[in-house]
Structures are given as C-alpha cells and as structure tokens.
C-alpha cells in the first residue's frame, strides 16, 4: 500500500490551497486518514482526520479554515486549506490507520512541501 500525494506549494497569505492522497495498493480496509504536517525545527504534529465513515476532526490551529473530505470510493482524501497563513507553512504528510486503536499511522505519505510568504 502506498499513499500517493499531491497538491502542495507557494501561496501568498489568505490564498487558498488544496492537497490530494490517494490510496495505491490493495487495501481491505482502514479507520482513518489524515494529515500531519512539519514546519523546519519542529515535531511532526497532527492537524486534520476523517474516518471511513466521514466523520472529520482538526486541530484548534486549522479549525474553521481547513476542511478534510474523503470520495465514495474511500480511497482519496482531500485537505482543502484557505486563509493560509505563514505558520501553515511545513511539510504536511498524508497518514492512514488501520485500527481505531492504532497510536501511530501504519502508512506515511512522501510529503509535500507548502510554503505561505508574501
């Protein structure tokens, strides 16, 4: 199983982005994917997910302007980001967890780079 992202990149601040993962690989089924994200001298910190029945959680951080979805096929999900600010920018990394009772994501995604400057 790999995830496979995309999206990602330069915006100014208040600009709008959106990052794509996309499942590929057999899966049987998961709990939950998500995003973390890492800006340079920091931890790797978690900011949104959404289980496999749609239910969506964010950090305070991202509420109110990032929103997660997932397609009915429950293979991609979709971190749709706006009014960006220079403290979203980081490394955000797809995840999914198999298990409701998994503590760390059983798959990573590569990483995409997003930078918010003016």
């Known amino acids: 199983v790999q995830l496979v992202e995309s999206g990602g990149g330069l915006v100014q601040p208040g600009e709008s982005l959106g990052l794509s993962c996309t499942v590929s690989g057999s899966l049987s089924g998961f709990y939950a994917m998500g995003w973390y994200r890492q800006a340079p001298g920091k931890q790797r910190d978690l900011v949104a997910w959404i289980t496999r029945v749609a239910s969506a959680n964010y950090t305070d951080s991202v509420k109110g302007r990032f929103t997660i979805t997932i397609n009915n096929d429950l293979d991609t999900v979709i971190l749709q980001m706006n009014s960006l600010k220079p403290e979203d920018t980081a490394v955000y990394y797809c995840?999914?967890?198999?298990?409701?009772?998994?503590?760390?994501?059983?798959?990573w995604g590569q990483g995409t780079k997003v930078t918010v400057s003016s």
């Open positions: 995840f999914l967890n198999l298990q409701v009772s998994s503590t760390l994501p059983d798959f």
